[in-house]
């Protein structure tokens, strides 16, 4: 590709910080779209405790022993 030896280097840089600012603007803007639309599509879904029947206060209530982790503890226990 030839280059139009009238353009100046600060014409160049110019061209060249349009160029890396737009790709800026649009990565930023497609990663606000991504989180957007995963955000909505976990507040649109019930979760599995609500599908289950069970209270979402009860289900999601931090740590859980379950009897997968009891045998966890148990085969760990020297």
Known sequence: MKRDKSETPQAR???RR????????????????A??????????EPSSAAKAGETSTTASKGYHVTAHIEEYYRKAAL
Do not use: H, P, Q, Y
Request: a neutral charge.
């Open 35 to 44: 989180a957007t639309a995963s955000f909505t599509a976990e507040a649109s």
């Open 18 to 33: 349009e160029f890396m600012r737009t790709l800026a603007i649009g990565g930023g803007a497609a990663t606000l779209v």
């Open 13 to 15: 840089n110019r061209g």
